[in-house]
């Protein structure tokens, strides 16, 4: 599939297919069901949305996660005051966030590299401390901002007694799963990831046409020599600024669908940890290319929902065939690994990869690709993948 | 067939179009669909979400230990444990309703947006009916919340804060462990026996809900005893160094410092305050006193020496003499080498409650297991007799106060137990003003 | 008044692991040029340089008891230390100053730590991007700090202070001030002169000795320095093994302010960027100053009068100081032109 030239049509017409059928994809590896399919598809529009800034410009926010916080606050905000509608709820989100993401971009694009960086950093974490603690009239602090039962809800008019109302889009409930048995397997499909889903397929469609917009190659133009743009004449900042308020945007909505799929906000949501998520979520699917963010995305949340639920149990189960001993020691191993032990195996292979594959996941495609298409065919994934000059600059110290 | 998890409406529900002819029934829909993952006739799962990683990953592992022990016992392996002391004898060691148990288990990460998710994978994918455990109150107030949604019953592990069965109590969750309040109630009349009626207590407080529910409520039971209250100060969490909040305490006229910490802050904050000399000191003539309303042994283990003879309150003590605790001691001990802690402890507890509401109901069903566990009054868990309340499905038996040991013995005998307060001094009406503001609301089968 | 001289001091005692810490990063990156996350992680590892060197100095020797039992019908274990037993006093005196002993075996271990390091993973890293420098250090911090947690759990392990060394100084009588007013303890000022030599003694060793000046020639212009001819490959191997010590020697002196646990690393590693850039990146002074700044500053932002005028400033202080500084000072305190901006 790589080893064809591919338009963008057919780029998106692919990519449209894949996350339709990933309920049918994902049950044979145990991620078929709607919480973590949800997080492929909303993880997606994040980084895709880190992507346009960071692929693009060059430019390391590092306090993305404050973005997607603010989403999500909005969100149940707006479940809890006006409806339980996940419209006006995800126009907030993405209002807010934009609104966020200009004061914050304002005050941040006045300094570049890893400046900027510290700048997005400490705005995240200003508003992280103060969530968890001095806002929790606002944010509900450590547990989180939930639904009550005695909230308004203005515009929705008679509700279940006793039981909270979920999020719905016009009376379809985001919670609702339908159970298909295909080959045997238990796909669920579920309303609230192909909500989500039809979101990502726009976001993608809108980061594709920035892409290959003027104004994307602009944002190229930054990252590739700032300096010489400045020099031409060009006045950078309302490109980077706006890249930087598309990007929080994104987020915004992210956040929102987050909690439209489970109407929870809490402060984690914008610690420093979650900002760097999405970094490496980037970077590990390959920074600058239009399908690496979400590769990379999906990858952690899988790693993240799977791997820490291997517990000691389940290992020793895997190896049960072998003899005793040897059965033990290689579980014993292994349960280093998984189970409460899936930092690690995180850690390693961001390790691994960084050192091994430096244009993330995509690269390692390309590789393939590369070896199985006997060259020649050498360039399309570029096209693919877009330019991946992306994770490529060299540092002008 | 198809069905509906997660949601009561079910706009999708049965006969969805597309589902029709591709479908074959799972082993979901094989029960009657009346409540969320109904289990088959041979299994029942449970989903225990635990802290695994992050500050209580410790304390994760020691419940993740009970939980397993638990098991072992439901499903007849062992000695039995608290099961011979258990005062209902309804569970005979062939699993719940004779199937047998099954569990799966997360990382809690002690944030509630990844113990929510771990929480929903396991409901969604691994068809668990009751999810327990856990170390903080934000995250159990937060899963209890995601299972009244999905419609599951939730059996928290440890969780002090007022508001878990105050302002955030759910009909489908229910809490063993006890709340600040009770800590409060115990801990006075210990503090006034020691340290007399006429004392300055300034707070230092963790600032989150957990540490405003701990020091309003010890504040108000001192403040009862005729204490005056110097000032109470807010930390950030996790500031690792708290000297500059220990450095006012000095000359501001105080003789006792209250501690609102939990976890590596409280080992930190006392650490460093002892370090400060403030257990040197005299003031208005007093020697300086550190109360820490909430311990447990494995804090007092990262504050080594600093815990002697301080005072505090925990839930349960390995060292009680009583049939039932010795009986969970022996059989976690002889399994893992050393003895439970009061998180393994109350986890261990609840599983088994859980089992048993489920045996006497006869029915796997959340409402039915609801009915069974409100107003539930059972004895043989180490903790005397208790009462599962039905008004907010909090736990009310006797609450120790404890002491940090002086000459301990071994690595895990640090604190000792100075007073069981019994239940009736720490009970309170259920629309006390600390925890009003939320509605239990009606319990929620799911599907 | 007496609070004041208080908080400055709590700031001067913050201030010195903030500076020792960014001292050592600066080191690395002004010049191997590389942004190190895995810094925090080394901090960590010295820490745990101390806790291992007390559980093995206070090896006990364990027998089993023939009559007594655990709650749990096992035999009571009999721990004796050997110590004692077999170095008398010397023993005794030992595990007393176990913190302070612990730091002749801290160098060379985190020495070698450091160089290994370079010379097996950061090297590889000199022409690539900060943000895959940045990934590389942050999935070894990670694995570093799960190393850590499977071999000492998750809890903070306690480390006292030397006997000698716990009690209080009564600072205050040497300004004036009646005695038990201001009084601080004596391992609080340990670590502040332990501090300021190791600082003292990093300065001096770049400014005095022609090794020194080779490398801050190499900080300066990296490939005029190679055209002389001169290794200066090994030099900055050299240099990220003294900063892993550096910042090694700042985590073995703090567990008995801080008892030290696997997440310590990442808990001070935004904080250390932060003083970093505030200070200027890739300059040591800058670094230096910038840590005692925000020490200071945080230390005031805790007072109770500050708060109750400003609720919530001492949870923000650090990152509302970074961003201050770098709106009015692009290059953080004391930054040269051009570095990191790209």
């Given at each position: 599939?790589?080893?064809?030239?591919?338009?963008?049509?057919?780029?998106?017409?692919?990519?449209?297919?894949?996350?339709a059928l990933v309920p049918l994809l994902a049950a044979p590896f145990g991620?078929?069901?709607?919480?973590?399919?949800?997080?492929?598809?909303?993880?997606?529009?994040?980084?895709?949305?880190?992507?346009?800034?960071?692929?693009?410009?060059?430019?390391?926010?590092?306090?993305?996660?404050?973005?997607?916080?603010?989403?999500?606050?909005?969100?149940?905000?707006?479940?809890?005051?006006?409806?339980?509608?996940?419209?006006?709820?995800?126009?907030?989100?993405?209002?807010?966030?934009?609104?966020?993401?200009?004061?914050?971009?304002?005050?941040?694009?006045?300094?570049?590299?890893?400046?900027?960086?510290?700048?997005?950093?400490?705005?995240?974490?200003?508003?992280?401390?103060?969530?968890?603690?001095?806002?929790?009239?606002?944010?509900?602090?450590?547990?989180?901002?939930?639904?009550?039962?005695?909230d308004p809800r203005i515009l929705d008019g008679e509700r279940v007694a006793?039981?909270?109302?979920?999020?719905?889009?016009?009376?379809?409930?985001?919670?609702?799963?339908?159970?298909?048995?295909?080959?045997?397997?238990?796909?669920?499909?579920?309303?609230?990831?192909?909500?989500?889903?039809?979101?990502?397929?726009?976001?993608?469609?809108?980061?594709?046409?920035?892409?290959?917009?003027?104004?994307?190659?602009?944002?190229?133009?930054?990252?590739?020599?700032?300096?010489?743009?400045?020099?031409?004449?060009?006045?950078?900042?309302?490109?980077?600024?706006?890249?930087?308020?598309?990007?929080?945007?994104?987020?915004?909505?992210?956040?929102?669908?987050?909690?439209?799929?489970?109407?929870?906000?809490?402060?984690?949501?914008?610690?420093?940890?979650?900002?760097?998520?999405?970094?490496?979520?980037?970077?590990?699917?390959?920074?600058?290319?239009?399908?690496?963010?979400?590769?990379?995305?999906?990858?952690?949340?899988?790693?993240?929902?799977?791997?820490?639920?291997?517990?000691?149990?389940?290992?020793?189960?895997?190896?049960?065939?072998?003899?005793?001993?040897?059965?033990?020691?290689?579980?014993?191993?292994?349960?280093?690994?998984?189970?409460?032990?899936?930092?690690?195996?995180?850690?390693?292979?961001?390790?691994?990869?960084?050192?091994?594959?430096?244009?993330?996941?995509?690269?390692?495609?390309?590789?393939?690709?590369?070896?199985?298409?006997?060259?020649?065919?050498?360039?399309?994934?570029?096209?693919?993948?877009?330019?991946?000059?992306?994770?490529?600059?060299?540092?002008?110290? | 067939?198809?069905?509906?998890?997660?949601?009561?409406?079910?706009?999708?529900?049965?006969?969805?179009?597309?589902?029709?002819?591709?479908?074959?029934?799972?082993?979901?829909?094989?029960?009657?669909?009346?409540?969320?993952?109904?289990?088959?006739?041979?299994?029942?799962?449970?989903?225990?979400?635990?802290?695994?990683?992050?500050?209580?990953?410790?304390?994760?592992?020691?419940?993740?230990?009970?939980?397993?022990?638990?098991?072992?016992?439901?499903?007849?392996?062992?000695?039995?444990?608290?099961?011979?002391?258990?005062?209902?004898?309804?569970?005979?060691?062939?699993?719940?309703?004779?199937?047998?148990?099954?569990?799966?288990?997360?990382?809690?990460?002690?944030?509630?947006?990844?113990?929510?998710?771990?929480?929903?994978?396991?409901?969604?994918?691994?068809?668990?009916?009751?999810?327990?455990?856990?170390?903080?109150?934000?995250?159990?107030?937060?899963?209890?919340?995601?299972?009244q949604e999905a419609g599951v019953i939730f059996m928290s592990g440890l969780?002090?804060?007022?508001?878990?069965?105050?302002?955030?109590?759910?009909?489908?969750?229910?809490?063993?462990?006890?709340?600040?309040?009770?800590?409060?109630?115990?801990?006075?009349?210990?503090?006034?026996?020691?340290?007399?009626?006429?004392?300055?207590?300034?707070?230092?407080?963790?600032?989150?809900?957990?540490?405003?529910?701990?020091?309003?409520?010890?504040?108000?039971?001192?403040?009862?005893?005729?204490?005056?209250?110097?000032?109470?100060?807010?930390?950030?969490?996790?500031?690792?160094?708290?000297?500059?909040?220990?450095?006012?305490?000095?000359?501001?006229?105080?003789?006792?410092?209250?501690?609102?910490?939990?976890?590596?802050?409280?080992?930190?904050?006392?650490?460093?305050?002892?370090?400060?000399?403030?257990?040197?000191?005299?003031?208005?003539?007093?020697?300086?006193?550190?109360?820490?309303?909430?311990?447990?042994?494995?804090?007092?283990?990262?504050?080594?020496?600093?815990?002697?003879?301080?005072?505090?309150?925990?839930?349960?003590?390995?060292?009680?003499?009583?049939?039932?605790?010795?009986?969970?001691?022996?059989?976690?001990?002889?399994?893992?080498?050393?003895?439970?802690?009061?998180?393994?402890?109350?986890?261990?507890?609840?599983?088994?409650?859980?089992?048993?509401?489920?045996?006497?109901?006869?029915?796997?069903?959340?409402?039915?297991?609801?009915?069974?566990?409100?107003?539930?009054?059972?004895?043989?868990?180490?903790?005397?007799?208790?009462?599962?309340?039905?008004?907010?499905?909090?736990?009310?038996?006797?609450?120790?106060?404890?002491?940090?040991?002086?000459?301990?013995?071994?690595?895990?005998?640090?604190?000792?137990?100075?007073?069981?307060?019994?239940?009736?001094?720490?009970?309170?009406?259920?629309?006390?003003?600390?925890?009003?503001?939320?509605?239990?609301?009606?319990?929620?089968?799911?599907? | 008044?007496?609070?004041?001289?208080?908080?400055?001091?709590?700031?001067?005692?913050?201030?010195?692991?903030?500076?020792?810490?960014?001292?050592?990063?600066?080191?690395?990156?002004?010049?191997?040029?590389?942004?190190?996350?895995?810094?925090?992680?080394?901090?960590?590892?010295?820490?745990?340089?101390?806790?291992?060197?007390?559980?093995?100095?206070?090896?006990?020797?364990?027998?089993?008891?023939?009559?007594?039992?655990?709650?749990?019908?096992?035999?009571?274990?009999?721990?004796?230390?050997?110590?004692?037993?077999?170095?008398?006093?010397?023993?005794?005196?030992?595990?007393?100053?176990?913190?302070?002993?612990?730091?002749?075996?801290?160098?060379?271990?985190?020495?070698?730590?450091?160089?290994?390091?370079?010379?097996?993973?950061?090297?590889?890293?000199?022409?690539?991007?900060?943000?895959?420098?940045?990934?590389?250090?942050?999935?070894?911090?990670?694995?570093?700090?799960?190393?850590?947690?499977?071999?000492?759990?998750?809890?903070?392990?306690?480390?006292?202070?030397?006997?000698?060394?716990?009690?209080?100084?009564?600072?205050?009588?040497?300004?004036?001030?009646?005695?038990?007013?201001?009084?601080?303890?004596?391992?609080?000022?340990?670590?502040?002169?332990?501090?300021?030599?190791?600082?003292?003694?990093?300065?001096?060793?770049?400014?005095?000795?022609?090794?020194?000046?080779?490398?801050?020639?190499?900080?300066?212009?990296?490939?005029?320095?190679?055209?002389?001819?001169?290794?200066?490959?090994?030099?900055?191997?050299?240099?990220?093994?003294?900063?892993?010590?550096?910042?090694?020697?700042?985590?073995?002196?703090?567990?008995?302010?801080?008892?030290?646990?696997?997440?310590?690393?990442?808990?001070?590693?935004?904080?250390?960027?932060?003083?970093?850039?505030?200070?200027?990146?890739?300059?040591?002074?800058?670094?230096?100053?910038?840590?005692?700044?925000?020490?200071?500053?945080?230390?005031?932002?805790?007072?109770?009068?500050?708060?109750?005028?400003?609720?919530?400033?001492?949870?923000?202080?650090?990152?509302?100081?970074?961003?201050?500084?770098?709106?009015?000072?692009?290059?953080?305190?004391?930054?040269?032109?051009?570095?990191?901006?790209?």
């Amino acid at each position: 599939m790589f080893g064809s030239k591919i338009s963008d049509s057919m780029l998106m017409i692919l990519f449209v297919i894949v996350v339709a059928l990933v309920p049918l994809l994902a049950a044979p590896f145990g991620a078929g069901y709607p919480a973590l399919m949800q997080f492929f598809a909303i993880f997606g529009i994040f980084a895709i949305g880190f992507n346009i800034l960071f692929g693009l410009t060059g430019y390391l926010s590092f306090g993305h996660a404050a973005f997607l916080g603010v989403g999500s606050y909005s969100a149940v905000w707006m479940f809890k005051l006006l409806s339980m509608n996940v419209l006006p709820a995800l126009f907030l989100s993405v209002i807010i966030a934009g609104l966020f993401a200009l004061v914050i971009g304002f005050v941040s694009l006045r300094r570049s590299g890893i400046y900027f960086s510290i700048l997005t950093l400490a705005f995240a974490q200003m508003s992280y401390k103060l969530a968890y603690s001095v806002l929790t009239p606002i944010t509900n602090g450590e547990t989180g901002l939930q639904l009550a039962l005695d909230d308004p809800r203005i515009l929705d008019g008679e509700r279940v007694a006793g039981q909270l109302p979920s999020p719905t889009f016009f009376g379809l409930d985001m919670n609702a799963t339908t159970d298909v048995a295909v080959l045997g397997m238990d796909v669920q499909l579920n309303v609230g990831y192909f909500f989500s889903a039809a979101f990502l397929v726009l976001a993608f469609w809108i980061a594709m046409r920035i892409f290959r917009s003027p104004f994307g190659l602009m944002l190229k133009a930054v990252k590739t020599n700032q300096n010489r743009l400045n020099y031409t004449g060009v006045n950078t900042r309302p490109y980077t600024l706006a890249a930087f308020v598309i990007s929080g945007m994104y987020a915004g909505l992210a956040g929102g669908l987050l909690a439209c799929m489970d109407p929870l906000a809490g402060a984690e949501r914008m610690v420093w940890t979650a900002s760097g998520e999405v970094v490496l979520m980037t970077i590990l699917g390959g920074a600058g290319t239009l399908l690496g963010p979400i590769i990379g995305a999906s990858v952690i949340k899988f790693a993240e929902a799977k791997l820490s639920k291997f517990n000691e149990n389940v290992v020793e189960a895997w190896f049960s065939f072998l003899p005793e001993g040897l059965g033990d020691s290689i579980a014993f191993v292994v349960a280093k690994f998984v189970g409460d032990g899936w930092h690690l195996t995180l850690g390693l292979v961001f390790m691994l990869v960084v050192t091994f594959l430096p244009g993330g996941l995509v690269e390692g495609a390309r590789r393939i690709g590369g070896y199985l298409g006997r060259r020649g065919h050498k360039g399309d994934l570029d096209k693919l993948g877009s330019n991946v000059q992306g994770g490529k600059s060299t540092t002008a110290e | 067939m198809s069905k509906s998890n997660f949601s009561r409406r079910g706009v999708l529900k049965t006969g969805a179009a597309f589902g029709g002819a591709l479908a074959a029934p799972t082993f979901f829909t094989s029960a009657a669909n009346a409540f969320t993952n109904a289990p088959g006739a041979s299994a029942v799962t449970l989903g225990f979400n635990v802290p695994q990683s992050g500050a209580y990953a410790d304390e994760g592992a020691d419940e993740l230990r009970a939980y397993e022990l638990a098991v072992k016992h439901l499903n007849g392996e062992g000695d039995g444990g608290m099961l011979n002391t258990f005062s209902s004898k309804v569970l005979d060691g062939t699993g719940i309703l004779g199937r047998k148990v099954e569990y799966v288990t997360g990382d809690t990460q002690t944030k509630s947006d990844a113990a929510r998710a771990s929480a929903r994978s396991m409901i969604e994918q691994d068809g668990a009916i009751m999810i327990t455990g856990g170390s903080s109150s934000g995250v159990a107030v937060a899963v209890q919340g995601l299972c009244q949604e999905a419609g599951v019953i939730f059996m928290s592990g440890l969780t002090h804060s007022n508001d878990t069965t105050g302002k955030d109590k759910k009909a489908n969750g229910f809490r063993h462990f006890f709340n600040a309040y009770m800590s409060a109630a115990a801990l006075a009349p210990v503090l006034s026996a020691n340290y007399g009626n006429d004392r300055n207590a300034y707070h230092l407080t963790a600032d989150y809900t957990w540490g405003w529910t701990q020091e309003e409520s010890i504040a108000a039971a001192t403040e009862s005893l005729g204490w005056n209250t110097v000032n109470k100060v807010r930390t950030p969490l996790g500031a690792g160094d708290f000297s500059q909040y220990i450095t006012p305490i000095l000359n501001s006229g105080a003789d006792t410092l209250i501690l609102n910490h939990y976890g590596r802050d409280m080992v930190n904050s006392l650490t460093q305050a002892v370090q400060f000399g403030l257990r040197d000191r005299q003031v208005n003539g007093k020697d300086f006193q550190i109360v820490v309303p909430l311990y447990s042994r494995l804090m007092a283990q990262g504050a080594g020496e600093n815990v002697k003879g301080i005072f505090g309150s925990t839930n349960w003590h390995w060292s009680l003499q009583d049939e039932a605790s010795q009986a969970f001691v022996r059989s976690f001990g002889q399994e893992y080498g050393f003895p439970p802690s009061q998180a393994a402890h109350t986890c261990y507890v609840q599983a088994l409650l859980y089992a048993d509401a489920v045996q006497r109901a006869g029915d796997f069903n959340p409402c039915a297991v609801v009915e069974a566990l409100e107003g539930f009054e059972f004895d043989g868990m180490g903790n005397g007799p208790t009462l599962y309340r039905a008004d907010d499905h909090q736990c009310f038996k006797d609450v120790l106060v404890v002491k940090g040991k002086d000459n301990p013995s071994n690595q895990f005998d640090l604190l000792e137990v100075v007073d069981v307060t019994p239940a009736e001094q720490v009970t309170y009406a259920p629309d006390h003003p600390m925890f009003a503001g939320g509605e239990l609301g009606t319990c929620n089968p799911g599907a | 008044m007496g609070d004041i001289v208080l908080q400055i001091l709590n700031g001067l005692d913050k201030g010195s692991a903030y500076a020792l810490i960014a001292l050592g990063l600066t080191l690395i990156f002004g010049t191997l040029g590389v942004v190190n996350f895995a810094h925090g992680a080394l901090f960590m590892l010295g820490a745990f340089c101390t806790v291992t060197f007390n559980k093995l100095i206070s090896f006990q020797r364990v027998t089993l008891s023939e009559t007594e039992t655990t709650a749990w019908g096992s035999p009571l274990e009999i721990r004796e230390p050997v110590m004692e037993a077999w170095f008398g006093d010397f023993g005794l005196w030992l595990i007393d100053y176990s913190v302070l002993a612990s730091i002749v075996v801290a160098i060379p271990v985190m020495f070698i730590i450091g160089v290994v390091m370079e010379r097996g993973l950061i090297k590889h890293f000199y022409s690539r991007p900060h943000a895959e420098q940045i990934l590389v250090t942050f999935g070894l911090a990670i694995v570093l700090q799960e190393v850590i947690r499977t071999f000492f759990g998750a809890n903070p392990i306690p480390q006292p202070a030397p006997d000698a060394l716990r009690g209080m100084m009564d600072f205050g009588t040497l300004l004036g001030f009646e005695p038990g007013r201001v009084p601080y303890p004596t391992w609080r000022f340990v670590y502040f002169f332990f501090a300021a030599a190791i600082i003292g003694g990093v300065f001096a060793f770049l400014q005095f000795t022609t090794f020194g000046m080779v490398v801050r020639a190499g900080m300066a212009d990296r490939e005029t320095v190679g055209l002389l001819g001169i290794d200066i490959d090994k030099r900055f191997t050299f240099m990220f093994g003294l900063a892993a010590t550096v910042a090694g020697l700042a985590g073995v002196m703090y567990t008995p302010i801080l008892s030290p646990d696997y997440h310590l690393g990442m808990d001070f590693l935004v904080l250390s960027f932060i003083v970093v850039v505030v200070g200027g990146m890739g300059s040591l002074p800058g670094a230096v100053a910038a840590g005692f700044l925000l020490g200071i500053l945080q230390s005031f932002a805790s007072m109770n009068e500050v708060k109750a005028l400003l609720p919530g400033i001492d949870q923000i202080i650090i990152y509302l100081v970074a961003v201050i500084i770098l709106l009015t000072r692009p290059r953080g305190l004391l930054g040269r032109a051009g570095v990191m901006e790209d």
